[in-house]
């Protein structure tokens, strides 16, 4: 809070009326980014989105943002910066779904591996459930190579 005594009252009203205004855009926007929320969990804006907020809100003044004294002087996040830090998130979004491409291949060979192997098929039902994963029956991971003419339920004894 600026421009308030120790014991958190303003000095001056515009800066109340600022305070206000900000804080009531960023309760508004965190509400709605929370009610998009596919978790449903409460969001909570990054200070970056924050200070968006704020200079939105803040009156200008002479090309400047009233309320932040010096600050006007230092250097904006800068589009670069903005345009290189999105390109290594998309970099590493990518090599996340190659990894988890390959993780999934790898699921898909243990399982096959697993077929006719009931040693193997336990180990793999008791490792899934200490991760906390779904067992797997194996012979369904792979059409090609269920056997139909082998009924025997290799789960059934778990």
Do not use: C, W
């Not at 399982?111 to 180990?123: C, E, S």
């Amino acid at each position: 809070m600026t421009h308030a005594t120790s014991d958190r009252v303003f000095v001056d009203p515009a800066s109340e009326k600022l305070f206000h205004a900000v804080a009531t855009r960023i309760e508004e926007r965190e509400t709605q980014l929370t009610q998009q929320s596919p978790d449903g969990l409460p969001v909570t804006l990054t200070t970056e989105e924050a200070d968006r907020i704020f200079e939105e809100v803040a009156p200008k003044k002479k090309g400047r943002t009233v309320g932040i004294g010096y600050v006007n002087e230092v250097a904006r996040t800068t589009s670069s910066y903005t345009s290189r830090r999105d390109e290594e998130t998309s970099q590493m979004k990518a090599r996340m779904d190659s990894q988890q491409v390959r993780l999934d291949s790898l699921k898909d060979l243990l399982d096959v591996m697993a077929v006719g192997n009931p040693t193997m098929q336990r180990m793999l039902s008791e490792r899934r459930a200490a991760l906390g994963l779904p067992v797997r029956d194996p012979e369904e991971s792979d059409p090609s190579r269920q056997q139909s003419s082998n009924p025997t339920n290799y789960f059934e004894d778990m």
